[in-house]
Nanobody
């Protein structure tokens, strides 16, 4: 059974850092692109970052560019989102999603992803 499970969400002060983890099971990451999405209260779910199956292609929303870094460890079946210089606007539930595709470019579009985790809460507040 294909499954992705997020962890690492927490309460953090503005300017702080967090690393989110996404553990995949039931499939090999060699053939899957991944993305992180987030959803704040009262807002639509938005794509934060994505990474291709090879790990060579990455894409970031303008709001997180330069602060967030996505990475993928195929051997460990793990995907990460390193978040630095966090702001209150980053407060949201963060979701990991997977799509079976070997493309050289990834997309931060909800409909492109088939497998979703339950989310992990990130709260940035003093």
């Amino acid at each position: 059974q294909l499954q992705v499970v997020e962890s690492g969400g927490d309460l953090v002060q503005p300017g702080g850092s967090l690393r989110l983890s996404c553990a995949a099971s039931g499939f090999s990451l060699d053939y899957y692109a991944f993305a992180w999405f987030r959803q704040a209260p009262g807002k639509e779910r938005e794509g934060v970052s994505c990474i291709t199956s090879s790990g060579d292609g990455k894409n970031y929303a303008d709001s997180v560019k330069g602060r967030f870094t996505i990475s993928k460890d195929n051997a460990k079946n793990m995907v990460y989102l390193q978040m630095n210089s966090l702001k209150p606007d980053d407060t949201a539930v963060y979701y990991c999603a997977a799509a079976r595709t070997g493309g050289s470019v990834c997309y931060r579009t909800l409909d492109d992803y088939d497998y979703w985790g339950q989310g992990t809460q990130v709260t940035v507040s003093s």
